[in-house]
Structure formats: C-alpha cells, structure tokens
C-alpha cells in the first residue's frame, strides 16, 4: 500500500512543482502576462491528454520558443514554459493512472524479469545521474555565491546571478521529463523514438528554413562570398556562440534517418528536401566546427549503419534476417544515390562558388593560435584547489574572465538604474581596445520606408560620442543602415533632449523582411558611461514606433548585441567549460555519464534499437566539435544535448509488453 502511494506522491509533487514554476514564469511575462499564463494553463491541459506527444513537440517547437528580442529576456524564455507544460501535464497524467492501476515492477522489461546485469546497470545510471545532479546543483550554489546576491530581476546579463540559472536549467529542465522519458521507453519504445526523431526532424527543418529566409534578405541565396553567417532563430546568439552549429550538428543524423526509413515515396521526397535544406544551412554558416561536426556525423552513420551488427557478437544471423525482410525498394535505393550526388554538388556550389570559406579556412592556423591563448586564460580563473575541485560555478566564467583576465574585458555593460521619476539605462561603453568592439542596444522597429525622428534624453559627465540608426538586420550582421552620430556635451548630472532625424526610405526590404529592422544605439566614446531615458522614434504620422522607451517595465522590449567580439562570453570548449564551472569533479561525472550513454547504445541494451545509430553519432559529433565551442551555455542547445543523453542511456532495444502498465499509461 505504502509503496502504491509512492508510486502516486511523486509524479504529483513533481506536477505541481512545474505548473507552480510555470505559472510564476508566464505571469511575469515582459509582454503577455495574461495571455501566456492561459496559454500555459491549456497547454498543460493538453499535454495532460495526451502526454505522450511531448517527444514530438518539444523538439519541434525548440527552434520557434524564443522571442528574447522582443522580451528582452535572457535567462527565461518562451521554450521553458513549453518544457514545464509538458512536465506538468505528462506528471499529472501518471499519477492519476497510477492511482488506478498496481504499478508494474521496476525491473521488469519485455515482459520479462531483468536479469542481475540489467538491474546493477540501472542502479548504476541511477547513482551517476544522482551524482551529476548533486554536482550541478552545488556548482548553481557556488555561482550564486560567487556573485554574493540572489537575481534582482528578470532582465539581468550574463555577468549577474540570473545568469547561473540560465546555465542550470537545460539539464534540470531534462531531470524533470526523464521519470516521463523512461515510461515512454518503456511502454511505447517504437512510438516515443518514432515521435522524438520526427520532432527533431522538424525542428531542423525549421530552422535550415529560417537560415533560407534571413539569407534570402540580407547576403542572398546564392551570395557565398560576403562574410555573412547565419544565427537562424537562434537569439542567444547575439553575443556569439555555438548555439545553431551545435543543433544542426546535434539534429542532422535525424535528417539521415528521415531519408533512410521514409516508409513511401512521397514521405522520402519530402525527406529528401529536408536533406537538402540542412545541407544549404550547415554550409552556409561558414562555420569550419560545423564542416567538421557533419563529417563526423556522416562518416560515424556509414560505419556503424553499413555494418550495426559487428558491436554485438551472435548477431549476424538475426540481423541477416532483418535486412531480409527490410530490404530498401529499388526507388529508395536509387533515390538515395541520387541525393547524395545533389548534396555533393551542393558542396562544391557553396564552397566553390564564394571566397569566404575559403578566407576561413586561410586563417585557420591563426585563428587556432588565438584560440589555445584564450583556453589559457580560461583555465588561469581556477585560482586555488578548491576551485579545480569543484569549480568556480555555474554561469561565473563571463564575469570571471572578463573581470580578471587583462585586455578581456566586456565591451560594454547595460543596467537599469531606478531613479526619483522613474527608471532610466545606464549605458558603459568599452574600456579596452577598439578591436573588441562595442555593445548596441537594439530594438525591433518596422522598416517603413518613412522619415523618423528621434528624440531622447541624455545624461553624460563628459563628451560622449552617440552612434544611433535603424538598420535592416537580422540578429549580428547589417544588411544596410541609416546612422547618425550625435555629439554630446558633458551636462554633469543635468538631463540634455536630443533630437535627430532619420531618412530610412532608403532601406529597402522585401515584405517578408519589414520586421527585420532594429532600432541601434551604441557609445563610441570619450565617455565612459551616458545616462539614457525617454528614447522615442516617430514617423511623419506621429505614431511612436519605440516601446518601453522610458525604461520604466525595465528592458522589455530591448535587447542587445556584441558587435564583431564575443571572447568574453564563451570558453570555446565543452570539457573546459564543464571543468571551469564545476571543477575536476563534476567533469568526472560529466564525462562518466556521457560513457555509460554511449555504452549501452554500443554493446548495452539500447544496442537493438534502431534509433541507436543516430543517437551514438549525435553525441560523438556532439563531443567532437565540442573541442571547439562552447555548448552549455546556449541552453535550448544543452536541453537537447541532455535530452539525447537521457535517451541514449534509458534507451532498450528488447521493447516492453506489460500490458498492466501499458494500462496505466494509456491515452484516455
């Protein structure tokens, strides 16, 4: 009895943890409080009934549940509300079955009882997750400690203590759904890894089309040569980083498998188009981590998929058998030859087309030599053995190396200041060199083809110099401006109005681009730090195109970009990055866990399921452009990377046949 109502507590506790998370996320919204909070209650209704769609749709909807430009949030996004409602619903939903149903031992799977190797194998996943997450909430504490405050607001950056929760979420958030994952592997494994590779499948087909549409406005399709490198829908990216190299590196084996297992002709060709969308937006990043993330990819699949069966001995006779009665059809077979030979000639047409790869890959050598300096600094900021143990904490490295490490600094800070009539932004330019560029402070503006006018308020202790415009941007990269430079006069603490017109008829845009226009403010100088309040942009109609222009919901709204250097936000490597902030220990455990995942997908249980392959060669590849980039600190990134590894290690390819539990897991 005692052990039935343990079986219903827990998934309870943990279904009102996240809808109580959720909800207090969604009502705090910069822009919808409201509607999110109602959005996010129906969508944990939703998954309540049908709380195994969420495979399908989390991944699916990674690419699209971010809108930080609009926001002005970092640290929280739209994807973790989505995250939430399915732990709440998908929770919610087992504990009222398993309230009606006697609950199925733990070690029973295929309808069988496990043998002793399986059930230490479980123990074992069991302790090390235990140990990481132990690690991963002590490095959280050692973050917030290093800081020496708990987050103030919702708009904080990177240097604040918001920003060791923005780190930590990606795998607690995966923690959260992994009771969820298991059922699923257990009680449905051919349909959850069906609905996982068809939602990672689409959401890689989101996202190689956004990388269409943002070329398509700015560079061009078919413009290889302009230094231009595509960021997606990936937000996070307005300081640089790895977030779009590492998910299509993390979500291409799933472009291979939808063209591999297309069940008919129509279902491939569409297949077929989704290889030919990854293939455009992995070559036209530039990005020589993702060249080298796809090769992997590509060649692990060859090897393992050509010959899957020499990993487990005694199996070539079954596996005989399979391929006998799965033998691809003659269409499938020359149809895939076929796109292969269009994906090569993709490559030659990119790469040999334009001169930007090229120079890329001309300036490798040096480029390598800057980067093992900067691996040098990083590792410098563990300053004592107990900071090697156990690291410096979650989310400190950009504060960290920006505040120690010489020449290093950031190239600008923005803070909301509250004063006597209302709030105001602090703006601190760079302190170092002109090479490392500057910080803008940006906000999404339509591109209307009219005469602005701006006019704000300004307070600056010295002359300052003020770049301000509207551009045709994307995220990094401007297609074309109309910029302005005003000259300040130092006013010690008194405000000063100034006013500045703006002809953008000239910025023509397609009409599927009209959105893609920002409002840019940046300090180039000699002051150090400029007082802004009461920013407005208004057209010949009078109609204000600024909003939040007084600061006073604090950065909704805003949002802002590094311009042309991003050293201070990223360590540039995965097992630094893990070493750096949870020390020698949690890399240990870091490490172990990603073993025992691969594991069992080589020679464990997980080693008959055909989604095996794919998930082996994410996480290599994964682990292998990870010698170059950073890829826990863009967090939808991580959710994927830790949700991957959550698989691989639960993963059982001898299926499950319980028909208890099926019943207690059902669909109503």
Same mark, same amino acid.
């Given at each position: 009895?005692?052990?039935?109502? @343990?079986?219903?507590?827990?998934?309870?506790?943990?279904?009102?943890?996240?809808?109580?998370?959720?909800?207090?996320?969604?009502?705090?919204?910069?822009?919808?409080?409201?509607?999110?909070?109602?959005?996010?209650?129906?969508?944990?209704?939703?998954?309540?009934?049908?709380?195994?769609?969420?495979?399908?749709?989390?991944?699916?909807?990674?690419?699209?549940?971010?809108?930080?430009?609009?926001?002005?949030?970092?640290?929280? +996004?739209?994807?973790?509300?989505?995250?939430?409602?399915?732990?709440?619903?998908?929770?919610?939903?087992?504990?009222?079955?398993?309230?009606?149903?006697?609950?199925?031992?733990?070690?029973?799977?295929?309808?069988?009882?496990?043998?002793?190797?399986?059930?230490?194998?479980?123990?074992?996943?069991?302790?090390?997750?235990?140990?990481?997450?132990?690690?991963?909430?002590?490095?959280?504490?050692?973050?917030?400690?290093?800081?020496?405050?708990?987050?103030?607001?919702?708009? +904080?950056?990177?240097?604040?203590?918001?920003?060791?929760?923005?780190?930590? @979420?990606?795998?607690?958030?995966?923690?959260?759904?992994?009771?969820?994952?298991?059922?699923?592997?257990?009680?449905?494994?051919?349909?959850?890894?069906?609905?996982? *590779?068809?939602?990672?499948?689409?959401?890689?087909?989101?996202?190689?089309?956004?990388?269409?549409?943002?070329?398509?406005?700015?560079?061009?399709?078919?413009?290889?040569?302009?230094?231009?490198?595509?960021?997606?829908?990936?937000? +996070?990216?307005?300081?640089?980083?790895?977030?779009?190299?590492?998910?299509?590196?993390?979500?291409?084996?799933?472009?291979?498998?939808?063209?591999?297992?297309?069940?008919?002709?129509?279902?491939?060709?569409? *297949?077929?188009?989704?290889?030919?969308?990854?293939?455009?937006?992995?070559?036209?990043? $530039?990005?020589?981590?993702?060249?080298?993330?796809?090769?992997?990819?590509?060649?692990?699949?060859?090897?393992?998929?050509?010959?899957?069966?020499?990993?487990?001995? =005694?199996?070539?006779?079954?596996?005989?058998?399979?391929?006998?009665?799965?033998?691809?059809?003659?269409?499938?077979?020359?149809?895939?030859?076929?796109?292969?030979?269009?994906?090569?000639?993709?490559?030659?047409?990119?790469?040999?087309?334009?001169?930007?790869?090229?120079?890329?890959?001309?300036?490798?050598?040096?480029?390598?030599? =800057?980067?093992?300096?900067?691996?040098?600094?990083?590792?410098?900021?563990?300053?004592?053995?107990?900071?090697?143990? $156990?690291?410096?904490?979650?989310?400190?490295?950009?504060?960290?190396?920006?505040?120690?490490?010489?020449?290093?600094?950031?190239?600008?800070?923005?803070?909301?200041?509250?004063?006597?009539?209302?709030?105001?932004?602090?703006?601190?330019?760079?302190?170092?060199?002109?090479?490392?560029?500057?910080?803008?402070?940006?906000?999404?503006?339509?591109?209307?083809?009219?005469?602005?006018?701006?006019?704000?308020?300004?307070?600056?202790?010295?002359?300052?110099?003020?770049?301000?415009?509207?551009?045709?941007?994307?995220?990094?990269?401007?297609?074309?401006?109309?910029?302005?430079?005003?000259?300040?006069?130092?006013?010690?603490?008194?405000?000063?109005?100034?006013?500045?017109?703006?002809?953008?008829?000239?910025?023509?845009?397609?009409?599927?681009?009209?959105?893609?226009?920002? $409002?840019?403010?940046?300090?180039?100088?000699?002051? @150090?730090?400029?007082?802004?309040?009461?920013?407005?942009?208004?057209?010949?109609?009078?109609?204000?195109?600024?909003?939040?222009?007084?600061?006073?919901?604090?950065?909704?709204?805003?949002?802002?970009?590094?311009?042309?250097?991003?050293?201070?936000?990223?360590?540039?490597?995965?097992?630094?990055?893990?070493?750096?902030?949870?020390?020698?220990? =949690?890399?240990?455990?870091?490490?172990?866990?990603?073993?025992?995942?691969?594991?069992?997908?080589?020679?464990?249980?997980?080693?008959?399921?055909?989604?095996?392959?794919?998930?082996?060669?994410?996480?290599?590849?994964?682990?292998?452009?990870?010698?170059?980039?950073?890829?826990?600190?863009?967090?939808?990134?991580?959710?994927?990377?830790?949700?991957?590894?959550?698989?691989?290690?639960?993963?059982?390819?001898?299926? $499950?046949?319980?028909?208890?539990? @099926?019943?207690?897991?059902?669909?109503?």
């Amino acid at each position: 009895m005692l052990h039935n109502l @343990k079986q219903v507590w827990q998934p309870l506790v943990l279904a009102v943890l996240s809808g109580c998370l959720g909800t207090f996320v969604a009502w705090h919204h910069p822009l919808w409080p409201g509607p999110l909070t109602l959005a996010f209650a129906l969508a944990c209704l939703a998954f309540f009934r049908c709380s195994d769609l969420w495979p399908l749709l989390i991944p699916g909807l990674l690419p699209l549940a971010n809108w930080s430009p609009w926001t002005g949030w970092m640290a929280c +996004e739209e994807f973790d509300l989505l995250v939430l409602a399915a732990a709440t619903g998908g929770h919610a939903r087992l504990a009222a079955q398993c309230s009606r149903w006697r609950r199925v031992a733990d070690n029973t799977v295929g309808g069988a009882v496990s043998t002793a190797a399986t059930v230490h194998a479980d123990r074992l996943t069991r302790t090390s997750l235990l140990l990481l997450t132990v690690s991963w909430m002590l490095a959280l504490v050692r973050g917030l400690l290093d800081v020496g405050a708990l987050p103030g607001h919702w708009f +904080e950056g990177y240097e604040e203590p918001l920003n060791s929760l923005r780190i930590a @979420k990606s795998f607690l958030l995966v923690l959260l759904l992994l009771p969820l994952l298991r059922r699923g592997l257990q009680t449905a494994p051919e349909r959850f890894a069906r609905r996982l *590779a068809a939602g990672v499948a689409t959401g890689l087909a989101l996202v190689s089309l956004a990388v269409v549409w943002e070329r398509a406005g700015y560079p061009g399709i078919f413009d290889f040569s302009t230094p231009y490198r595509a960021t997606a829908l990936f937000w +996070e990216m307005h300081v640089g980083g790895a977030a779009v190299d590492g998910f299509l590196i993390l979500s291409l084996p799933f472009s291979v498998y939808a063209a591999l297992r297309a069940p008919n002709v129509w279902l491939w060709l569409l *297949a077929a188009v989704l290889a030919l969308l990854t293939g455009y937006a992995c070559l036209t990043t $530039f990005s020589r981590v993702v060249y080298g993330g796809a090769t992997v990819v590509l060649s692990v699949l060859f090897a393992l998929l050509s010959n899957w069966c020499w990993l487990s001995p =005694g199996c070539a006779q079954a596996d005989a058998a399979r391929r006998t009665r799965s033998a691809s059809p003659g269409w499938r077979v020359w149809g895939n030859r076929v796109l292969l030979c269009v994906v090569a000639l993709e490559v030659v047409v990119v790469v040999g087309l334009g001169d930007f790869m090229r120079q890329r890959l001309s300036s490798s050598e040096q480029d390598l030599g =800057g980067r093992l300096q900067h691996w040098r600094e990083a590792v410098s900021l563990l300053r004592d053995p107990g900071e090697v143990l $156990f690291g410096r904490g979650l989310g400190r490295f950009p504060a960290s190396y920006s505040q120690t490490v010489v020449g290093r600094e950031m190239p600008g800070r923005l803070r909301i200041v509250d004063g006597s009539a209302g709030g105001y932004l602090f703006v601190h330019g760079t302190t170092g060199s002109p090479r490392h560029g500057a910080l803008e402070l940006l906000q999404r503006v339509p591109l209307t083809g009219d005469r602005l006018l701006l006019v704000m308020d300004v307070r600056t202790p010295e002359d300052a110099i003020l770049n301000v415009g509207v551009c045709r941007r994307h995220l990094l990269y401007d297609a074309e401006c109309v910029r302005t430079r005003l000259q300040v006069a130092a006013g010690g603490d008194h405000w000063r109005r100034v006013v500045a017109p703006l002809a953008t008829g000239e910025l023509a845009a397609p009409w599927w681009q009209r959105v893609s226009g920002f $409002f840019v403010l940046r300090l180039e100088g000699p002051a @150090k730090a400029v007082d802004i309040d009461n920013v407005s942009l208004r057209d010949t109609a009078g109609d204000n195109l600024i909003d939040n222009g007084s600061f006073a919901s604090g950065m909704a709204h805003w949002f802002f970009a590094g311009r042309h250097y991003f050293v201070p936000w990223h360590v540039d490597n995965l097992l630094l990055e893990v070493l750096i902030e949870q020390g020698a220990l =949690g890399l240990l455990l870091f490490m172990g866990l990603l073993v025992m995942a691969a594991t069992n997908l080589v020679g464990g249980r997980g080693r008959g399921h055909w989604l095996a392959p794919y998930l082996l060669a994410a996480l290599i590849a994964a682990l292998a452009i990870g010698v170059f980039v950073s890829l826990l600190d863009m967090p939808r990134t991580a959710f994927l990377f830790f949700l991957f590894a959550g698989v691989a290690l639960h993963l059982d390819g001898r299926g $499950f046949s319980s028909s208890a539990d @099926k019943a207690c897991t059902s669909s109503s």
